[in-house]
């Protein structure tokens, strides 16, 4: 026998509608999404998700995303087996926190190659600079054709000078950004000659990578000053 006062089915479920249309919280935490803001609920959402994180010793270079676990591709770039992110992470100011762009196996890739380079040429490690190379890659500088050629003997035996006129030849990659396979960057080259002269070199090269090698390198760099 049902009590008096005791509520039926629908209507428990009649008013437990009502406290829902009455509870601002989904649309306080849709409007906080949607502008970005981290409120308390995008906050501990974050928090319940903080043990699903790589660790730092897990991730290249270190680096630990701020939101979503990560995930690594690997590929064979320069000889070895390196691993690359496959995602773009853009940290916003404050507390907006962070936008996702997914990139693809042939954009991870040749900034990859061009990561690997980069550290080679700082290390001042001819061996491994030739290594990101293709064996018959071709390399043009449209405002100095005569400077083109094709094969590696001819970027070891260039680097192989550059560092020995220079040995304090610093790279500095200003900008990278990636079309498919193939990488734009902008640089600043720099060093000390013997006599004590300064060179500054800024410009843009374009890599053109396949199966974890530049295949061809078209070099647009000039001193300045």
Known sequence: ?????QPRDWEKSGREGERMKQTPFWGVLLATLALGYAGQALHASSASRSDMRPAAA???????????PSQWAKFVVC???VAAENRTNVKNSGEQGVVMKTKSS????????????????????VKSVVACFAQDVRSEQPRHPERSFIGRASVEKNWAAN????????????RVISDENVVWTE??????????????????????????????ARLYMDPVG
Do not use: C, Y
């Open 1 to 5: 026998m049902m009590a008096v006062n």
């Open 58 to 68: 897990d991730q290249p270079n270190g680096l630990v995303n701020a939101g979503e």
């Open 79 to 81: 000889g070895n087996t």
């Open 106 to 125: 042939h954009q991870q890739e040749a900034e990859a190659v061009l990561k690997a380079l980069h550290a080679a040429i700082n290390s001042h490690d």
């Open 163 to 174: 560092f020995a006129q220079l040995p304090d030849f610093h790279a500095e990659v200003i």
């Open 187 to 216: 640089w600043r080259w720099s060093g000390t000659q013997a006599n004590g002269h300064s060179v500054d070199l800024r410009g843009v090269t374009l890599f053109g990578v396949e199966e974890g090698l530049i295949q061809w």
